[in-house]
């Protein structure tokens, strides 16, 4: 366990910097939003087109891990949809559901992949986005306007204008023209791979600083039983879920490698993803994803570890 603590600790160290950062003021609130667009709008998609563009179009597209990983998330959603429709309002429900299964692959996944599984860690974060960005994202989003008053457009509109939006996300754009350059088989010029190498390296660390300089001055107020629902549907649900179904694809012949077995497990136990109080905030309830983003970012530190003991 000790050394699963060595491992962990630069990630978790780099969190609680950002935070202590942020709260003695040598960063302020809105520093770190500037971070994170950096990271959003340039480092992961640079990291996202490096990873794409340096491998064989086949591996990029490894089914096995993105229907597992989809699987997942689906099986959670489905889970969430039904526990949270017979305890909760629609537009909590919606909060609840969201919070669940959409885990946190760039800010804290790819830190914590390239720390355990440094070869593979590029490629675990362009196979998570394009699930995640295609899929999951849009789906729970459009759980999100089940819950929103009738009278503010047609349906089938806003989901183009989601699915528009999804597009549009630079991380989207980096995958499309690394995938176009996978295809091409051109290898990158070398002065041009030096240069997404260096941006894509700034990733990890801004990425770790967001996050915890994010938790400074969240609203924590809501439910807590209802918040703590919401964490355990993410940190225990939805990994559970995945592991089901990695037993279950083995049983019809489809075995992943180890490293992506555990990559998609890893991943599935992730907190959810640092725009969740956003989202929430239209429906009106961003005090109680903030506090659910708290537990599950502070309790993270016990599940993820307890599950790399287990799996790495």
Known sequence: MLTVLGITFPIFAMVALGYALVLRGVFRPDDLKVFGKYV???????????????????????????????????ATIALGFVWFSATQDPARRGVAVMGTACPNSGFVGYPLMLVILP???????????????????????????LGKPKGQGHPLARLGKMLFGVVKRPLVIGMALG?????????????????????????????LLVIGGSLVGLPIRGSIPLAGQI????????????????????????????????????????????????????AGHAGL????????????????NALIYLLV
């Not at 640079?46 to 179009?57: E, N, Q």
């Not at 995938?179 to 990425?207: D, H, K, Q």
């Not at 225990?236 to 489809?254: D, I, K, Q, S």
């Not at 994803?289 to 993820?304: E, I, N, R, Y």
């Open 40 to 74: 959003m709008n340039i480092a992961l998609p640079a990291l996202v087109f490096h990873a794409v563009a340096s491998r064989p179009a086949a591996e990029v597209f490894n089914l096995g891990y993105m229907g597992v990983y989809l699987g997942a998330a689906v």
């Open 289 to 304: 994803a903030s506090l659910a983003q708290f537990l599950a970012t502070t309790a993270s530190f016990v599940t993820l």
């Open 231 to 282: 964490a355990f549907g993410k940190l225990v649900v939805m990994p559970a879920a995945a592991a089901l179904l990695l037993a279950l694809a083995g049983r019809f012949g489809v075995v992943l490698p180890h490293e992506l077995a555990v990559a998609v497990v890893l991943t599935a136990a992730l907190p959810m993803i640092a725009i969740y109080t956003v989202f929430a905030q239209e």
């Open 179 to 207: 995938l176009a350059v996978s295809l091409s088989g051109v290898a990158l010029p070398g002065p041009v791979e030096r240069l997404v190498t260096l941006v894509s390296a700034s990733a990890a660390a801004i990425a």
């Open 119 to 145: 070869d593979t860690a590029g490629l675990i974060l362009a196979l998570n986005m394009l699930v995640e960005n295609v899929v999951i994202i849009p789906l729970v989003l459009m759980v999100m306007e």
